[in-house]
């Protein structure tokens, strides 16, 4: 081949490759219009045109629609608690309960919980409360129990679901959900007569005593104490405790259960007043058939912090140990005085509304006096101090038939009127000026 054949024939190869691009890069072209590649969103620059709408095709030649995906979202992908438990209080606003499930995990709810949780989430007249859906109601020693709370879109009849979260490789799982049976108001204000709570976990107890603690709500504190462990003057102190000092539980995570066994529970209950913090603490155990019960009770931090908050010479506990076993109420009075304090009102204000909740109920009053004064005058004295109460408590609504006085005079000191020397005891004194409230329920 001679250099002009040469030259000729590199022309014609380079002539077909260039068609032979040409065509492929059409052919490309043509492919991507008819079946386009699924694409991030671009970012358009200043200087960008904007691309040409794709021609549409014939319905022939359109791609068969894919069915929508069976598979639910992932119900945690963030990981965190508080998303796991955002996304279960959505499913609570859509009334899905597939979809709760879905998002709980079908190990998380048990068959005899979820038959109340369908009746609770598809309630029509329940929506999660606008003010607090969910809270972190506990710390508990595999994890942490949160609150999802339900409201009457009228009225103020409030439902719970609870769910216990473990932690499990960082990411937050569902291990339970319950849906705990809560004392039903009549129309009255009263609790209806309730059936024991054997379905209740002990967590669930420790909760319903607190949460009716900060309410005042003696009757159904009560129906969660073991009365032969509890007496009612000491379950009664812990309410006055409550108002005196305005506490009221943290709104975060008001309960740590630093112990959990199959019979036995130690629950701590957190509060908070405007005067600092404190707390009291829950025994519960396990009865075969009344289920859990409160069976200590013990809220010495939060009296410590009453008696130091007047820095009065009156001496202040609302609990004493009675000289003839159990315990007493108790209501201290003023040197040779025996009018009602303020504090005192507050105090015979909490009995008062017990004692009218079941006219058939009675108290005993016994007054007592510090050992100045000769026998005679403390006896008349300590007399004075228990009708003083009583009228107290008649101006509070309670009738004569439930309230029974005593006077004892300097006869029964709780603590010594003189030190071992023979020299006055002010404190002691102090703690012997009282009336006793004696509760016979």
Do not use: C
């Not at 998380?108 to 009746?119: C, D, I, Q, T, Y």
């Not at 015979?348 to 510090?370: E, F, M, S």
């Amino acid at each position: 081949m001679n250099k002009t054949q040469g030259i000729t024939f590199g022309s014609i190869v380079a002539v077909g490759i260039a068609v032979s691009l040409g065509i492929l890069l059409n052919q490309k072209k043509e492919d991507a219009v008819a079946d386009p590649a699924p694409m991030a969103p671009s970012v358009a620059t200043d200087n960008s045109a904007p691309a040409p709408a794709p021609a549409s095709l014939p319905p022939a030649e359109k791609a068969p629609q894919k069915p929508a995906s069976s598979e639910a979202t992932p119900p945690n992908p963030e990981g965190s608690a508080e998303a796991l438990v955002k996304a279960l209080v959505t499913q609570v606003a859509k009334k899905d309960v597939s979809g709760f499930i879905t998002v709980a995990g079908e190990t998380a709810v048990s068959p005899e919980v979820r038959g109340a949780l369908e009746k609770l989430i598809q309630d029509p007249s329940l929506i999660p409360d606008p003010q607090m859906p969910a809270m972190e109601l506990a710390k508990t020693v595999g994890g942490n129990r949160w609150l999802l709370k339900l409201k009457a879109k009228e009225g103020d009849i409030t439902r719970e679901i609870h769910a216990d979260l473990t932690k499990e490789d960082g990411v937050w799982k569902v291990a339970k959900i319950q849906v705990p049976s809560l004392p039903t108001p009549t129309v009255s204000g009263q609790l209806a007569v309730q059936p024991p709570a054997t379905d209740l976990d002990a967590l669930t107890v420790a909760h319903l005593f607190s949460a009716a603690a900060e309410k005042l709500d003696f009757e159904t504190a009560a129906r969660f104490a073991d009365p032969g462990k509890v007496s009612d003057e000491r379950l009664a102190a812990l309410l006055i405790a409550m108002e005196e000092g305005g506490y009221k539980l943290v709104p975060q995570r008001p309960l740590i259960a630093t112990l959990s066994k199959e019979d036995i529970s130690w629950v701590l209950a957190r509060l908070a007043s405007k005067d600092g913090s404190s707390e009291f603490a829950l025994e519960l155990g396990k009865d075969p058939q009344k289920g859990w019960l409160v069976r200590g009770l013990t809220f010495d931090k939060m009296l410590a912090a009453l008696a130091d908050k007047e820095g009065s010479g009156t001496a202040y506990t609302p609990i004493v140990d009675d000289l003839k076993g159990g315990e007493s109420i108790v209501l201290f009075f003023e040197y040779d005085n025996t009018r009602v304090t303020p504090r005192t009102l507050r105090q015979l204000d909490i009995i008062a509304k017990i004692l009218k909740q079941d006219h058939t109920r009675k108290i005993h009053i016994n007054g007592h006096a510090d050992a100045k004064g000769s026998d005679d005058y403390n006896e008349a004295l300590s007399d004075k101090r228990a009708f003083a109460v009583r009228e107290a408590l008649k101006s509070l609504g309670v009738a004569d038939s439930q309230v029974v006085t005593q006077a004892y005079g300097e006869s029964r000191p709780i603590r010594p009127n003189f030190n071992p020397d023979g020299s006055d005891n002010p404190q002691g004194r102090s703690k012997n000026r009282r009336a006793e409230v004696r509760l016979d329920f």
